[in-house]
């Protein structure tokens, strides 16, 4: 009898609950001139890492309980093109590129070798941590066209291209969900078309023809891409074995972010033309909106956590704080 109240119990206390949800403003800052560029981090330990960039730049850390200030790599030089930081998918691994790229080795950045012989500043477009010490990194090669560089075993190593790579190609986006698990989205003749890593070369899987601006893959491999037409904001999933869209465009909103988090869900930002900008969560068909808590914001980076999702967003041109949205569950 006393084993039947306890199993009552414990049936109580853990059965599902609808999780408490609240944002928290965690940092504001108005330092001097335009803020341009920003970018958040989130590590497995409870470490964020943040950066805005502009006339005038801050880079942080939060410990789990307070902010501190800290030094940029002494030759590191923000701007807009490939900048920020990027995570491996378990959180164990950080990186910054901005021109050239850094890793984070125990306290302090150390500067990976540059890639290119000829330009010490590289034109990068997107990098993506795939597993602790394996990087890949897209950029523009020296003649043209892009150049795709794996970091592995504490060198750089060039990868191959889809072949054949014919007119205008250029790469746009990558993402990767653990190590080899790699998508990128590939233009040919101004056409878009996703990309997968089969270990020796790329296979090629064509996609709605829509401007993409970001693209992720979760952990349980299924790869999602945010972009725009002219009706409104548009979500892909690769379903099925296709990408498809998913719903309908969304009117006047731009979705310029879109990230996995270490449980299989997908995070995606929205700045809709009027009203608060929100982040969308989806995980097991389940999609929950969550608005910032001001409308005069625009989300400018993300960067999803254990237990909930973090927000860099601009207020005005030189005013950006930092927001946490967590969740409280029991068992």
Known sequence: MRLAWVLLVLLVVCAPQTPEV??????????????????????????????????????????????????????????????GFETSPAGDDLWLASG???????????????????????????????????????????YG?????????????????????????????????????VWAIHQ???????????????????????????LAVSARGDAWAVGSEESGGVILRRQGGRWKRVGDPLPGTALPFVRADARGGVWIAADPG????????????????????????KIMAIAPAATGVWVYARQGSGVSKVYELSFSTFC
């Open 274 to 297: 009027r009203g608060r900008p929100y982040v969308l969560h989806v995980k097991d068909g389940r999609w929950s909106k969550y608005p910032l808590p001001e409308s005069s914001s």
């Open 100 to 142: 050239g790229v850094w890793q984070r080795v125990r306290d302090s950045w150390v500067r990976r070798p540059n890639l290119s012989r000829f330009d010490p500043e590289l034109t990068i477009k997107d990098m993506a941590v795939a597993a602790k010490d394996e990087v890949w990194l897209a950029r523009i090669g020296e």
């Open 188 to 214: 040919v003749d101004g056409l878009s078309q996703a990309i997968r890593w089969e270990g020796s070369g790329w296979s090629t899987h064509p996609m709605p023809q829509v401007s993409i601006r970001d």
């Open 22 to 83: 609240s944002w928290r403003l965690r940092h504001t800052w108005d330092g001097p001139g335009r803020h341009m560029w920003h970018s958040i981090a989130a590590l497995r330990t409870g470490e964020v890492w943040t950066y805005v960039a502009g006339d005038t730049s801050l880079m942080m850390r939060w410990d789990g309980r307070a902010w501190r200030t800290e030094e940029p790599p002494g030759d590191f030089l923000p701007t807009g093109s490939g900048f």
């Open 145 to 181: 066209g892009w150049v795709m560089n794996m970091w592995s075993r504490g060198a750089w190593k060039e990868m191959p291209k889809p072949s054949p790579e014919m007119g205008s190609a250029w790469l746009e986006r990558i993402a990767a969900a653990g190590p080899g698990r």
